[in-house]
């Protein structure tokens, strides 16, 4: 119900926003702030993706929790997907997703409103113990002396 509400209320709020907006200044420098903000949002996104791939990257390296970093990349990518969006409505929303502040009250919210039940970044498998009579083995496929004709199967006789 949510996202049928969002559906219905987001064009609705761009139009009315659009109007407004083209009324007060008119059509042309509308368009061009929209085509500006796209500009400027694309740099930005390109600028901040960047930022938030050396955070995972140096995460992965020091074998630290990537969910941050993770979360960060996200919210930049939603932002990006706003901001080429035509509208005042969702370059607002994407520019402030494109805040670092934001971005981690953002983050602190969800927090808090989801539990984790397990992490793990690798190390030892509790799973192998109850494997233990599993035997790892390297196998060479050895050709019989009398081989049969090619293009039979070897399996009837001719």
């Known amino acids: 119900m949510w ?37 400027l949002g694309t740099w930005l996104v390109r600028t901040q993706g960047m930022l938030a791939i050396g955070q995972l990257r140096s995460s992965f390296s020091r074998l630290d929790d990537p969910t941050e970093p993770l979360a ?3 919210m930049i990518l939603i932002a990006g997907a706003l901001l ?3 509208g005042f ?6 520019f402030a997703l494109l805040m670092p502040p934001v971005r981690l009250a953002l983050i602190k919210w969800m927090r808090s409103r989801v539990q984790v039940q397990s ?6 498998r509790p799973d192998r113990d109850r ?27 001719h």
């Open 3 to 39: 996202l049928f509400l969002a559906f219905l209320a987001i064009p609705l709020i761009e139009i009315a926003l659009f109007i407004q907006v083209g009324g007060a200044i008119g059509l042309w420098p509308t368009l061009g702030v929209v085509v500006l903000t796209a500009i």
């Open 72 to 74: 960060h990349g996200a």
């Open 84 to 86: 080429l969006t035509p």
């Open 89 to 94: 409505f969702t370059d607002g929303i994407g």
């Open 119 to 124: 992490f793990d970044m690798g190390g030892s």
């Open 131 to 157: 494997n233990a009579d599993v035997i790892d083995g390297d196998y060479q496929e050895v050709k019989p002396a009398n081989d049969t004709v090619a293009g039979t199967s070897g399996w009837t006789k």
